[in-house]
């Protein structure tokens, strides 16, 4: 089980920049990928970033060259850093980390959620 608390979020202007953190119960070090999804008011909820236990990088497109997935080992926490914010990055964000467990002949995939932090940007 892997409990994840979200912080960091609230209302800032459009340009301006905020840090998500998102603190794990347990060591990241074991958690095969951690990330962020976020979802606005009547749309799906859809990946931003991810980063992978050995450092690999994923962003969607829409926020490349803004925003900046990290993970420090030793806090058990996963940030988001978001720069030169958009009204359209207005969303509930998510936290979110993926376990594999590999028991031969069977891999079972674990997934979990955070209970969501509310980024509001004002134009």
């Known amino acids: 089980q892997v409990q994840l608390v979200e912080s960091g979020g609230g209302l800032v202007q459009a340009g301006g920049s905020l840090r998500l953190a998102c603190a794990a119960s347990?060591?990241?070090?074991?958690?095969?990928?951690m990330g962020w999804y976020r979802q606005a008011p009547g749309t799906q909820r859809e990946l931003v970033a991810t980063?992978?236990?050995?450092?690999?990088?994923n962003y969607a497109d829409s926020v490349k060259g803004r925003f900046t997935i990290s993970r420090d080992n030793a806090k058990n926490t996963v940030y988001l850093s978001m720069n030169s914010l958009k009204s359209e990055d207005t969303a509930v964000y998510y936290c979110?980390?993926?376990?594999?467990?590999?028991?031969?002949?069977?891999?079972?995939?674990?997934?979990?959620w955070g209970q969501g932090i509310l980024v509001t940007v004002s134009s």
């Open positions: 979110n980390a993926l376990v594999t467990i590999n028991t031969p002949p069977y891999t079972t995939t674990n997934v979990y």
């Open positions: 347990r060591s990241i070090f074991s958690i095969n990928r």
């Open positions: 980063i992978t236990s050995g450092g690999t990088t």
